[in-house]
């Protein structure tokens, strides 16, 4: 067999395609739907109806400046979110060890919230950097995301010279295996230097976990188990002073950080420092101004200068659009499902060009039973996920916890269903089964909204609207693809 | 005659893997090198940033690089050196 380069990154392209691209489709589905995380928070959360855009009052700001003075006496770290557009409450939260939590106020009257405890859509955004594993998901992700660059430039290298060809005369009824080839190219084509800049940026987000400016051999000693500094507890003891008004040091901390919105405020016992907020521009900084406590005096102003640091923002102002606005965030999105389709039929095209030489090896199989428990399980799992946050009583205890439970649960059942029906060699029948599913979940997802949340669906229609639609849509796209498997089948 | 097709595939094979993991072996600790250098520049975390810009952009290309002939592996090995030696005349 002679060996060229075409060949030799044929076969790179497509098996580190393949074992990346199953962990890169939940990567990548997962970070589609951070785009709208806050939303998807909102929708699941149908008891906060505040509108967008809502006047943030001094009497809302007292009301949340009196829990936290509370909170930091009772010893809990906390820190406040301010309205934006996106997000309209005024957010008292603290980290319970594995999500921020803690009171929503309207920002007009300075009332709480009783809104139910939920994952929200920040659980799609944990997912999707961390694989529910901290650290080690992590620097698992950024090896994907290296990973997901070679088999890239890889494929540059082999589709290069018939490209134009390929994308002009696209045979998407043509034989199978052409047919996707073409979709795989013309997708993968066109959303090429989003998915370039989404993977490289994403990498360089937590660069120092894959490339740590620290000896090599580092990497293989065992993290030490940290102590908490004696100062620390020290501080704990410290008693928190008064909080003076919240409105004026604001406006001095808009006029002092170039007339950027605040985002957050995090308060120490005796000094409180606004922070810049991530939608007033493209560069994600931590720039802030501190303030003396109890008077409110300014201290400093912390910014971040030179062109590196500026470079770096960037980067990852770009990865985490939060400046994006609404027309962005959806190209975001819509760009991010063509990633995730480009390496979704990527899979499957390495399964069938495969089937026929190794179709009864119990490897292939496995492999098939994981590339439809990824397509399918994944969708499904999210779906669940959605219905459970719905259907779980609004004031049950620990109803959190469930819904990650009903997630990993379905996707469990999933993946035991695609390796059952592996086993007995009938494939076709493990999709066709969970492509009903998803059908049955999305398209069912509206009208569980609208029995369930029908003051939500009225009070904030574009969001309950976009989110049911996306349920639909998930329908819409697995009924079709059952259609295909069942008219090749005959 | 397929005996000896089944064969020459699975060295084949041997090879391929042989050569990614060797392509990964030696790109990684390059673009670490390369880091490196970069950091030792006057400026703090400035310089860690910026390598650490450069290295991430390099280190794919130079595990493609290294797979794909002799000759870039040989290209990258060169690299290496030089980063090296970099690193030791700037220390």
Redesign the interface.
């Given at each position: 067999?002679r060996?060229t380069?075409r060949t030799?990154?044929g076969?790179?392209h497509g098996w580190?395609g393949f074992v990346a691209g199953l962990l890169a489709v939940c990567i990548f589905m997962t970070g589609s739907l951070s785009v709208f995380d806050t939303e998807i928070t909102r929708w699941m959360q149908p008891e906060n109806q505040v509108p967008a855009n809502a006047p943030l009052t001094d009497t809302a700001l007292n009301a949340a400046s009196s829990l936290i003075h509370d909170q930091q006496v009772r010893g809990a770290s906390v820190f406040l979110t301010l309205p934006s557009v996106r997000s309209p409450t005024l957010d008292v939260l603290h980290y319970d060890g594995r999500q921020f939590v803690g009171t929503l106020f309207d920002p007009r009257t300075g009332t709480s919230i009783p809104a139910r405890a939920t994952m929200g859509g920040t659980f799609f955004f944990s997912f999707h950097y961390t694989l529910l594993e901290g650290i080690t998901g992590t620097r698992i992700v950024n090896i994907i995301g290296?990973v997901l660059?070679?088999t890239?430039?890889?494929g540059i290298?082999i589709h290069i010279r018939a490209l134009v060809p390929d994308i002009v005369r696209v045979r998407l009824s043509a034989a199978r295996l052409r047919g996707w080839l073409d979709a795989h190219l013309l997708v993968g084509v066109l959303v090429l230097p989003f998915t370039i800049m989404i993977i490289?940026t994403g990498?360089?987000v937590n660069?120092?976990l894959?490339?740590p400016?620290t000896p090599?051999t580092s990497l293989f000693t065992p993290e030490k188990v940290r102590t908490p500094p004696t100062s620390g507890m020290k501080a704990a003891t410290v008693m928190p002073q008064p909080l003076p008004p919240l409105a004026p040091l604001l406006a001095t901390a808009r006029r002092d950080l170039q007339g950027r919105d605040a985002g957050f405020i995090l308060f120490s016992p005796d000094h409180l420092s606004i922070y810049a907020s991530d939608a007033s521009g493209p560069f994600l900084t931590r720039d802030h101004a501190d303030f003396s406590l109890p008077d409110g005096r300014l201290v400093g102003i912390t910014t971040t200068s030179?062109s590196?640091?500026h470079?770096?923002q960037v980067?990852h102002g770009l990865h985490y659009a939060r400046f994006a606005p609404l027309d962005l965030r959806w190209l975001y999105f819509v760009s991010g499902l063509c990633g995730t389709a480009t390496i979704a039929s990527g899979l499957v095209l390495f399964l069938m060009k495969r089937r026929s030489r190794s179709g009864h090896r119990i490897g292939f199989r496995v492999g098939e039973s994981l590339t439809v428990s990824t397509l399918t399980g994944l969708p499904i799992s999210i779906l669940a996920f959605l219905w459970c946050n719905h259907l779980l009583p609004a004031s049950m205890a620990g109803r959190d916890r469930l819904e990650i439970g009903c997630f990993l649960g379905a996707w469990i059942l999933c993946t035991g269903h695609a390796g059952l029906q592996s086993s007995g060699l009938r494939m076709n029948g493990a999709w066709k089964t969970q492509l009903c599913l998803i059908a049955l979940l999305g398209g069912g997802l509206p009208l569980l909204d609208i029995l369930t949340c029908p003051r939500a669906v009225y009070g904030l229609p574009a969001i309950h609207a976009a989110i049911d639609g996306i349920g639909m849509l998930a329908a819409a796209v697995a009924l079709y693809v059952r259609h295909r498997l069942e008219s090749d089948g005959k | 005659m397929s005996t000896d097709r089944t064969e020459d595939r699975i060295r084949l094979a041997r090879n391929r893997v042989a050569g990614i993991l060797l392509a990964s072996l030696i790109s990684y600790p390059v673009a670490y090198f390369v880091m490196m250098d970069i950091a030792h520049v006057p400026g703090g975390t400035v310089g860690i940033q910026l390598g650490q810009i450069m290295a991430l952009a390099c280190l794919p290309v130079l595990i493609v690089l290294c797979f794909s002939a002799y000759a870039g592996l040989l290209g990258v090995c060169a690299a290496g050196c030089v980063a090296v030696l970099a690193g030791l005349l700037i220390s």
């Open positions: 067999m060996e380069l030799r990154m076969w790179l580190a290296v660059l070679v890239i430039i890889s290298v490289y990498v360089l660069a120092g894959i490339l400016a090599l030179g590196v640091a470079t770096m980067m | -």
